[in-house]
Nanobody, 119 residues
Framework: VQLQASGGGLVQAGGSLRLSCAAS????????MGWSRQAPGEDREFVAG????????LYADSVKGRFTIYRDNAKNTMYLSMDSLEPEDTDVYYC?????????????WGQGTLVTVSS
């Protein structure tokens, strides 16, 4: 599965953004999916994950209550709705498809989309 992330941009603290991850190829609905983020010189950090059918979600503590992950399997697209953004959320965000469950081996990464939150 090939992934294309989009929707990043510049937003003021307290604002909102919605990221999208469009998938091409077959069987998008078979994959658990997720979002991670990475700052320059740092390790990639898990942000949120969602089961293949969209019924289960998992969030990092740092974004719980502010971010919402969801998917539309009919459109082969996953989303990350981000509210109450903080400067600490500034990162490049990557979408990922997992081999089995959320957090398992990543079989495909999107190219990344930059989110910048100004104070």
């Amino acid at each position: 599965v090939q992934l294309q992330a989009s929707g990043g941009g510049l937003v003021q603290a307290g604002g909102s953004l919605r990221l999208s991850c469009a998938a091409s190829g077959r069987a998008f609905g078979r994959y658990a999916m997720g979002w991670s983020r990475q700052a320059p010189g740092e390790d990639r950090e898990f942000v949120a994950g969602i089961t293949s059918n969209g019924e289960g979600t998992l969030y990092a503590d740092s974004v719980k209550g502010r971010f919402t992950i969801y998917r539309d399997n009919a459109k082969n697209t996953m989303y990350l709705s981000m509210d109450s953004l903080e400067p600490e959320d500034t990162d490049v965000y990557y979408c990922a498809a997992y081999r089995s469950v959320v957090g398992s081996t990543v079989v495909s990464w999107g190219q990344g989309t930059l989110v910048t939150v100004s104070s």
